[in-house]
């Protein structure tokens, strides 16, 4: 690594006590200054690390008051000798620790002024964080971050290259095709009235590729999404994304593991465990009422309705007779939890769309609930066998439509995994495949069937004739998810690859034939030139590395993130520009002509 | 790299003598096929190779008649066993040319209708082309174009990686700052008459990180200009983008020479000698005529002033009174050429808005020349000496200001050195730095200065003065350019890092204080937080890759590039989108209300 240069001699984490005696010279930010028996000390920063320099009054005069004189975050240039640090004030904790640089001269690069937010504390105003984003990157943690990404990011492209996946950059400029989320659009100057889109994905590229015979491709692929900004989601995003022709399912998932192999043990020096768990999108929401469950800890959800079917609760008997279930979780050892939390657990039920939830509190003098009046002594020992219950433990349960009554004690199972301490600060590392998704899904407000993952999904063979029967419900798709503590990394699928399954798919999806060559007439013109069986995956970069930093959030992980207005508040984007640049794109916006 | 699955067993160029008698299944496109012997042959295709498919219509009578009536890009699915070819039929240019795949059963996975262009010949229809890309790419010679990309890509990542650079992602959506080229919008919806811009270069974003002390950045980014498009422009480019503090113009240098020579090394198994060669902008015009010389041939130009300042051919004299010069240069051998070309060189020169050329065929009669009879024997003595003419030569003159007559005769270098057969099909590699450009030029027709590279270029600490004295054209910059025979690769500087110079420089291009902090504030206020001495270089990937590939262009090494109109032949894009994302965006096109 090439650092001398006429600005310095070394980097700031370089010397060593076989050093001491040369005459050196280093570049650095000030991060600590201290005046200590006389003398001036300086921890002097730079992207490597520290050396403390010391400057002598006695000696060096001049250069000393220069020293006294110096703020945190001063840019200095320090030429001095290296010296062993006088015994007792070793630091073992620094690379540097054993030496010293005794200032000679010094000289000021750039000062700085008082710093808007301290860089070594958190900071909460992210706002302002982002404002002066140049000085919060300067924190130990931010540039760690960006070193992990940047080592993801290798691992990625080197298991990838290895595997005969051909990395290819397709456009950014790209076509409009509003099915999934809300593109981003540039209006073309040389051909008024039309516009690029941004890419939500590589997704149409990537298959013509397939095409093409690239036969495996892969690219760390900026994304957008042109979407309201919650928490964690950002306009512009990366994600890993590969297809490959001629494989099944378990191709895809192979490549994945690896990769999440090698990115673990490259970086966090973890050695994972394949292959990793599958699981049915059925099992998942009918054992952990997700279909991203968190798999490090227990607490399943158990169907109770054949017990229930008998008992006198006559409102759980109704949701039963109305082709409802009846499911029911224990949380361990939480008998006694606050009323408070049992109506905040109700609460989140009710938010959901639930009626609520019902619960036991199994005490030593027996169960304490509001439905225990409706049970017979058989009917409550059932319950105890099949959840497992002893003294101290909470029962809760809910009743409603299979997909309503999953999800909700899957988030109660959550909480639950809250209360008993299992879920925070958890430092396992659990993976799953959730597999067999539906394909379509049912939109009740818009009156129409929807892709659960993309209208390319490939449906299972055996299912096909339901497509003709118009059982929709009942396709399952040939879809997998890879999720990791709880979390969904990324999906991918085996896509369709013949022209008139798409054609068909695209027609329950509610869009006519215009507008499927409109829109994906390049699609279905390559579908019909010798095709090949093909599919892919694609995994969230940002959440990923974001997992594997520790990070609170995904800001934290990207250089110069967007705030939850869309804005990036130190350059001010996006912002009014010329009058002159909209006239050249023949478009006006709706200020002032209204 | 894993290959077999229920698809197939093995790739097309993976069988060998070994594998005679395994019962195999291989996938692949019809590359070719032929009836020989009351046998079919197919050359089946994937993309690492092909290999021979044999139908026996004894044998196996139902699978014959399926390959008997296959189609070139049919996609099939073939098993069979491996035999070994008979006697004398090896093909030894072949990978598998030992063997053959006897067919025992053929599977139709997509037919391909007849092709719209030959996908074993030339086709000028480039349009056609890309209207077809999923076709076009399945050529061998794009496919190799394609890895070859990929290649150089990995030598870039793994040298820098080495070198201690940090691969950072910048914002796509990112701000407006009209200086350069015209810039791309992204209208806001979210904050409607705001627009993100995508960025012409990662630059400003660069410069942060370095404030932000990251020391070492890259990034493979993806660049766009809005800029009517010529021959051999993309509205979307992808530039090697490297940034580093502390540093001088040697160090960048340095790290470009290292990266370089790694890329040819890997990819092309050339070693390139190192340093290169360096040159100022002064000297590459004066000798060469031109800011990126072609040094794969001589062809010096010459000044001849002093000897036509004696003369009596009076335009010359005219010219070098006004302060400008009389250049010359000989095409050696070139005495003979037709009148018609010597008519073209004048036509270039008046193109270029020179007055002419003048010429002398040095032919063994003596000169034969239009302005021979102004010149005495001396001069004509003197000039011959001057440019090593002898008999055969042609001598070609050009009056006027500096900078034109050496343009003038830098182009008609380059036609002369056709002429005479050096440059095309020169198989050299002859790298040069041009260092020292001119920091600012005076654009004429606008009436202002103007940056030669960019106005973050930092000038020579020697010249400052000059800055402060108005002598702004003396100004030179710590700028350099990668020169690759005769093709600009990249170029970068030393930038500014003081907010200080930063805003002297913004206010000698015409950019009023206001405006100043409207488009660079977020940079001036960085400057001010203790911002290290910085320079970086940007690289073009596409030509790099074009130059390697030997590719006549460089739509030919980008997966789905556009037409000169901007435009997508395949997907349609730019294209007309929805009337609702218009109003989401409170944008109107003019479009119907004009």
Redesign the interface.
Known sequence: ??IA????THHCAQLRAADVGKNVRL?G?VDRRRDHGGLVFVDL???EGVSQIVFHPEEHPETAEIGKALHA???VQVEGQVARRPEGTENSGLATGEIELVAHSVRL?????PLPFPLDAVVENEELRLG???????RRKM?EN??L??RI??AV?EYL????F???????????T?EGA?????????????????PQAPQ??KQ??M??????YYQIA?C?R?E??RADRQ??F?QVDLEAS???P??IQ??VEGMLRKIFRDVLDVDLTLPFRRMSYREAMDRYGSDKPDLRFGIDLYDVGEIFRESDLKVFRAVLDRGGVVKAVNGKGLAHIAASELTGLEDLARSLGGKGLAYVRVESSGWKSPIGKFLTAGQRDALARTLGATEGDLLLFAADQWDLACEILGRVRLRLADLSGERKGNTEWKFLWVTDFPLLAYDREEGHWTSMHHPFTRPHAEDLPLLDEGRYGELRALAYDIVLNGTELGGGSIRI??ADLQQKIFSVLGIDAETQE?RF??LLK????????HGGVALGLDRLVMLLAGAESIRDV???P?NR????P?????????AK??R????????GDA
């Open positions: 690594m090439r240069n006429r600005w310095r570049c930010w920063r730079d992207r975050e001063d840019l690069l750039g000062s700085c002024p002066f984003r140049f000085l919060d990157l300067r540039l960006l070193q990404r940047h990011s290798r492209r290259d290895a595997q005969g051909l990395e290819v950059e397709t456009p950014i400029l790209s076509k409009s509003p809300r593109d981003f659009l540039v209006p073309s100057r040389l051909i008024p009235g039309s516009f690029y889109a941004l149409q590229y013509l590729l095409v093409a015979g690239i036969e495996r900026r957008f042109d309201d900004l306009p512009e990366t001629f494989v099944e378990e191709d192979f490549w690859h013949e409109q007439g390049h390559a579908f019909r030139y010798g095709a090949p069986p990207i250089a110069f967007k207005h869309g804005m990036d130190l350059t001010g984007s996006p912002s009014r520009v010329e640049q909209l050249e794109l023949k478009i006006t916006t709706g200020r």
